[in-house]
Antibody, heavy 117, light 106 residues
């Protein structure tokens, strides 16, 4: 069974940092691009960042460019999102998702990141 | 940046057809996907490449895309279809989500 399991969320103060992880299982992780998507309370889905299957190419939404860094460890089937200079508007549930040719075919259960003092 | 616009809400009676639109500049030139999200749950892909259903998605879900508008149609809507729906397209190496539509089954 294909599974994605996020971890690393939790309360963080404005200006702080956090690293999210996403453990993948049930598929050949190294063959697929991956993305992070967030869902802020009362708002719609927002794509945050994506990474190619090899990790050579990375992409970011303008709202997080320069503050967030996506990476992956294909030997450990794990996706990461390093978040720095966090703001209140970054408060959201963060999902990792498997890219299946321009669509996000499998999603994790999400991890909540509240940014508040 | 590219934008996709959806109506905030759509209401439908059980057994009737729900139509959800997604508008964007020359959207018909791109592939569109649709996601269903129920409260407290992760999104689920219900349509990809405009009109293809992933395994396990009921046949009552169908899609189309032409011109500036993509459409997700739910025929014979059931109570279980009540959810938020988001369209999504790929533009300039980024995913773009629509504003979302809440489908209410009355």
């Amino acid at each position: 069974e294909v599974q994605l399991l996020e971890s690393g969320g939790g309360l963080v103060q404005p200006g702080g940092s956090l690293r999210l992880s996403c453990a993948a299982s049930g598929f050949t992780f190294s063959s697929y691009a991956m993305s992070w998507v967030r869902h802020a309370p009362g708002k719609g889905l927002e794509w945050v960042s994506g990474i190619s299957s090899t990790g050579d190419s990375t992409y970011y939404a303008d709202s997080v460019k320069g503050r967030f860094t996506i990476s992956r460890d294909n030997s450990k089937n794990t996706l990461f999102l390093q978040m720095t200079s966090l703001r209140a508007e970054d408060t959201a549930v963060y999902y990792c998702a498997k890219d299946v040719g321009g669509a996000l075919g499998v999603w994790g259960q999400g991890t909540m990141v509240p940014v508040s003092s | 940046s590219y934008e996709l616009t959806q109506p905030p809400s759509v209401s439908v009676s059980p057994g009737q057809t729900a139509t959800i639109t997604c508008s964007g500049d020359r959207l018909g030139d791109k592939y569109v996907c649709w996601y269903q999200q129920k409260p407290g749950q992760s999104p689920v892909l219900v349509m990809y490449q405009d009109n293809k259903r992933p395994s396990g998605i009921p046949e009552r879900f169908s899609g189309s895309n032409s011109g500036n508008t993509a459409t997700l149609t739910i025929s014979g809507t059931q109570a279980m279809d009540e959810a938020d729906y988001y369209c999504q397209a790929w533009d300039s190496s980024t995913y773009v989500f629509g504003t979302g539509t809440k489908v209410t089954v009355l």
